[in-house]
């Protein structure tokens, strides 16, 4: 009987040459770069675009010294000078300032963020005055300057208030609002192709004949694509065909930034997708050490960007969100992003061996002490997508790891922290 070797698939255990995640993703984005198509935005439409330059201040914020507190504004020497009792003799509204000038011994009473009569240095709120007609008595200490914010205490005029990379978000909006820019300079939205790959797969709408399954991948892919708010060109299912899959990449190549595809990358006798991409580019690599989502190609199809990702629904989430997501956001041209990562303490032991990264579906819960605890979602199979539709994090289990007893901490990454 001859010798038989079994065919490299990813079931077997981890070799040396198998890359692990962190790597992986480096390799990944050391091979991209940022669009460099810029367009001018208008304010209201530039939420979580990114900016292709700093944004610079004109002005001062505030542009004048203003109060912080209702209350009255005096000159902090006449205090002493006048035995704590001035002489009010105007008012200073926000919008509506006091014009005139103060003479030793008399205040203004001012509201918040009203700006600063020019002869007046300190603010003493209304609740540490006390009024008799228009003489003010002032009880306690004071301190020079108090209550008073000054010109430029939030921003500096000249100074970079946003940075060339940042994601515009609704804070940034009123900023900017803030200091009348209207138009921002933005890099153009990244163009993202998509399909499946499978006889089996059938669209919303179609009927099932027995072995056909619905196509979910594209949904979790269109969903994942649109938070980021690329523009998508959804090109459907694609057969098992290597004639319909080459035409399929290279409309999609030349069409778009990037293209992404689910199913047809591991060793099957129907898994076209990384022949293919040899023969139309370039396959950099298509194993890592982890689970779920070890098939995973990375190549380009001439020059554009390729990811095959695995066909189980799991799959395609946690390596969109391990390595795709990261390369999309660099090739938008946002600056260095790295999602939230936090420590919890595992409510149950959890199961594992060493030699690859696990990313375990999980819900973590606030405790009363403020202390995070995980537990996991359940069975933790591939294709079980409801254990990412319950789950509210991973659970980060490195390649090293031999399992968590109950109690022991453990990384998570809250899916609400990885955009």
């Known amino acids: 009987m001859r010798d038989f070797t079994p065919a490299d698939s990813c079931a077997m255990p981890e070799k040396p040459s198998v890359l692990r995640v962190e790597a992986a993703r480096q390799k990944i984005l050391e091979q991209l770069d940022s669009v460099q198509n810029i367009h001018m935005q208008p304010l209201r439409d530039a939420l979580d675009r990114v900016l292709a330059e700093d944004v610079i201040s004109p002005f001062n914020v505030p542009q004048h010294p203003n109060s912080a507190m209702d209350g009255y504004a005096l000159a902090h020497k006449d205090l002493a000078s ?5 002489t009010c003799v105007g008012t200073a509204f926000a919008g509506s300032p006091f014009t005139g000038s103060l003479s030793a011994g008399q205040c203004v009473r001012i509201m918040t963020g009203a700006m600063m009569p020019s ?18 008595n002032f009880a306690g200490e004071h301190q020079l300057g108090q209550n008073v914010r000054l010109a430029g205490e939030d921003i500096q005029q000249g100074q970079a208030v946003l940075a060339a990379g940042r994601r515009i978000n609704a804070a940034d909006l009123g900023l900017l609002a803030s200091l009348g820019i209207g138009e921002l300079k933005v890099r153009r939205k990244l163009r993202v192709a998509f399909f499946s790959t499978g006889d089996e797969l059938k669209s919303i709408g179609e009927t099932l004949t027995p072995g056909d399954i ?11 694509l649109q938070k980021l708010g690329v523009d998508m060109l959804d090109m459907g299912v694609v057969k098992d065909s290597p004639d319909a899959l080459r035409l399929a990449l290279e409309s999609a190549a030349a069409n778009a930034d990037i293209v992404i595809t689910s ?46 990702l695995p066909g189980n629904p799991v799959s395609v989430m946690v390596t969109f969100y391990q390595f795709v997501l990261p390369a999309l956001l660099k090739m938008a041209g946002n600056s260095a992003h790295k999602p939230l990562i936090l420590p919890a303490v595992a409510a149950a032991p959890i199961r594992k ?10 819900v973590m819960e606030s ?41 022991e901490h453990v990384s998570i990454q809250p899916f609400a922290g990885l955009i």
């Open 367 to 407: 405790q009363p002490d403020g202390s995070l605890t995980v537990r996991m979602t359940g069975e933790q199979g591939s294709g079980i997508l409801s254990s990412m539709s319950h789950a509210n994090c991973f659970i980060l289990l490195d390649e090293d790891c031999e399992g968590i007893q109950a109690g």
């Open 214 to 224: 619905y196509d979910s991948n594209r949904y979790t892919l269109f969903g994942m």
């Open 263 to 308: 199913g047809g990358v591991s060793v099957g006798d129907a898994d076209y997708i990384k022949p293919l991409l040899a023969e139309l580019g370039e396959v950099n690599f298509w194993k890592i050490a982890m689970k779920p989502g070890r098939p995973l190609t990375f190549g380009h199809i001439q020059n554009t960007p390729f990811f095959g």
């Open 353 to 362: 061996r060493s030699g690859r990264f696990e990313f375990q579906r999980g």
């Open 119 to 136: 002869d007046c240095d300190t603010v003493i709120m209304q609740e540490q005055a006390s009024v008799d007609d228009q003489e003010i």
């Open 82 to 86: 006048h035995n704590n009792t001035l």
